[in-house]
């Protein structure tokens, strides 16, 4: 993979101030048997990008751009969009640009599918980090950008959407992406779309406790996006900002220290007072709180707090600090508002323990780098943010693992030798401690996986991108059948559409597979393509007898149409593999499992147990 980055001379780039539409490949989107377009794009790869996983940024243009000739859309310098990647590479984090044409509206179905598969290309042909997906878009561009986020939502690390032909407006979108980090753009004069499509979507998420930036210039009609992208808060901005995790302080931000730092605060106190700061450079001329029925402005603006507040007795009331400061270009004036936003939850209830799934492919290849995420749910309390740790409990070689600096739930390990591998991740709270883990069966180069049986659940007989034979759904009991037939039909994170599109649902549901006796590697399959809320559908899954998963929200980890697999280890001595589903104690929807496969495991391959040779 990093080897075709150097082998294209893609890209023995250009300097970052240099960058031209020379230094951008020529590429198709494979589609993957969804419903997306065969975008054509183009993408720049940095040299640097060849030993070092780097972010992606996804730029989407506007509607005169539009058609297929994989030109026009780099025009202009990208209508000005090259100076964010010019400009991470200058703060020396270099960023793979990808940039798609439409030949119709970005916000229909087809083509917002079609980003879909272009990442799942890019990720196999070239890798980037997944947890810094930095998608931005002008115009209709904009509005592909907010349509990306509302049919995969669980994806962007980052979206800056400029003068957008598009608007978050629902409480389901509200609800879904106000913890999406977002700086939007646009001019009080826009004459071509409508100012109110930025201001609404800024208020809904800031309704929903997230805190967007939002810079309205005076003037500069709806041709903004040259100086949107040229300001230099921007890039770093963007660059902070990780998957999953609270927009990064950088850049406009308002610091709150007191009650607290943190995104939640428990307290039984009957009062609060907030204080912070603000960066001198955003040049705040005013800071306005909000909290619950209670608005007023603080006193102070670097430095600032309010009156005494009354706290709502036995709710959770979201406290907001607003500050108004410069829109970075004095050419076309206006303000940029920035916010700070914490739930209060009054009285603090009694702590609960995290709980915490381990994302990590199956199946993998020697010498690949494989991901590990952590996916962490918690009270947050008595921390902020739980802690996490990973460690490599079984393996037929010792190693190390990687945790990312940024992001201690994400972690990176290189298998040096073929056979199975079993990792912990373990999450706590500060008082109380959660684990999960995950097994994934690494093979040499070329070597087909050892399948003893597969299952489409709920479909037919289907055979994959790898060769694999999925036999159409049977062995089951309990449960029905469900199929994703309109609207977006491709999955994010897989080449085989077709095999996440049918599910087996129900309350409870099981599968008997007769096989030999022996150990086995289990994967299962599954996606969200239904409820768009956490917490909906909770899942247990045992294999063998033995849990393997308890209170597993789906739409939680993966979000929308993002498929997700999960293996472990199952012995079995009856001459029958039992794999056991049922929805979770107080989730409303019911339990599903796309499909499953069942890989044959040599004896014994693990040598190093615990980090001791055996």
């Known amino acids: 993979m990093r080897a075709a980055v150097i082998a294209l001379c893609l890209l023995a780039a250009a300097p970052a101030s ?24 183009r993408i720049h790869v940095p040299a640097a990008c060849a030993s070092r996983r780097c972010p992606l940024l996804l730029f989407l243009h506007g509607a005169g751009e539009t058609g297929n000739n994989n030109t026009a859309q780099l025009g202009n310098r990208a209508n000005g969009a090259f100076k964010l990647a010019e400009d991470a590479a200058t703060l020396g984090q270099p960023v793979i640009m990808a940039a798609p044409q439409t030949p119709e509206w970005w916000g229909n179905d087809n083509p917002t599918a079609g980003l879909a598969d272009l990442l799942d290309d890019v990720q196999r042909e070239f890798g980037f980090d997944p947890a810094r997906l930095y998608v931005s878009g002008l115009s209709m561009g904009g509005g592909g950008t907010i349509g990306f986020l509302q049919r995969y939502d669980a994806v962007a690390a980052a979206a800056i959407p400029i003068c957008p032909a598009g608007v978050v407006s629902s409480a389901i979108d509200r609800d879904r992406l106000w913890n999406t980090p977002a700086w939007y753009f646009h001019a009080v004069n826009d004459g071509t779309v409508p100012v109110a499509n930025s201001r609404t979507s800024v208020a809904t998420l800031r309704a929903g406790g997230g805190d967007p930036l939002y810079t309205e210039f005076a003037t500069g009609d709806h041709g903004i996006w040259t100086e949107s992208y040229k300001v230099a808060k921007l890039a770093p901005w ?3 900002q990780r998957w999953r995790l609270p927009m990064a302080a950088t850049g406009p931000r308002v610091v709150l220290t007191t009650p607290t730092m943190a995104p939640r605060w428990y307290t039984g106190a009957a009062n609060l007072t907030a204080a912070g700061t603000v960066p001198a450079d955003a040049l705040p001329t005013a800071i306005d709180y909000t909290f619950g029925a209670l608005s007023g402005a603080a006193s102070g603006t670097t430095s600032f707090s309010t009156a005494s507040l009354a706290i709502p007795p036995n709710a959770t009331t979201l406290l907001r600090l607003q500050a108004t400061g410069t829109s970075y270009f004095a050419g076309y004036g206006g303000t940029t508002t920035f916010s ?3 739930r209060v939850t009054h009285p603090a209830p009694a702590n609960r323990a995290p709980r915490v799934a381990l994302w990590l492919e199956p ?4 010498g690949e780098p494989l991901r590990l995420r ?32 940024a992001d201690p739930a994400l972690a990176w390990f290189t298998p040096a030798r073929t056979g199975l591998y079993r990792i912990e991740a373990r999450a706590n709270d500060g008082a109380l401690t959660a684990t999960a883990r995950a097994s994934v069966l690494v093979l040499g180069v070329g070597v087909p996986r050892p399948a ?3 299952v489409n659940g709920g479909g037919s007989a289907l055979t994959v991108s790898t060769g694999q034979s999925f036999a159409a759904d049977s062995g089951f009991t309990g449960g029905a059948t469900e199929a994703l037939t309109s609207g977006v039909t491709t999955l994010l994170g897989t080449q085989d559409d077709a095999l996440y599109r049918s599910t087996r649902r129900g309350a409870a549901f099981s599968y008997a597979v007769n096989v030999p006796n022996g150990r086995y590697l289990v994967v299962l399959h599954f996606s969200e393509w239904r409820w768009f809320t956490a917490v909906a559908r909770g899942i247990d899954v045992a294999l063998e007898g033995t849990p393997l998963l308890a209170g597993f929200d ?36 019911e339990a599903r499992l796309d499909g499953f496969e069942i890989l044959s495991l040599a004896p014994s391959d693990v040598i190093s147990r615990n980090g001791f040779e055996l």
């Open 18 to 41: 240099a960058l031209t539409a020379n230094d951008f490949a020529y590429r198709t989107v494979t589609v993957d048997g969804g419903n997306g377009f065969a975008l054509p794009y």
């Open 238 to 240: 963007m660059l902070a």
């Open 340 to 342: 700070r936003s914490v």
């Open 363 to 366: 199946v993998a290849r020697v």
């Open 374 to 405: 952590a996916l962490v749910d918690d009270d947050e309390q008595p921390q902020a943010v739980a802690g996490v740790t990973f460690e490599l409990i079984e393996s037929p070689l010792a190693g190390s693992i990687e945790v990312d600096a």
């Open 452 to 454: 003893v049986h597969a």
């Open 554 to 589: 789906l739409y939680r980890w993966a979000g929308l149409r993002q498929a997700l697999r999960l293996g472990d280890v199952a012995t079995v001595s009856d001459g029958v593999l039992n794999l056991a589903v049922a929805r979770s104690a107080g989730a409303s929807g």
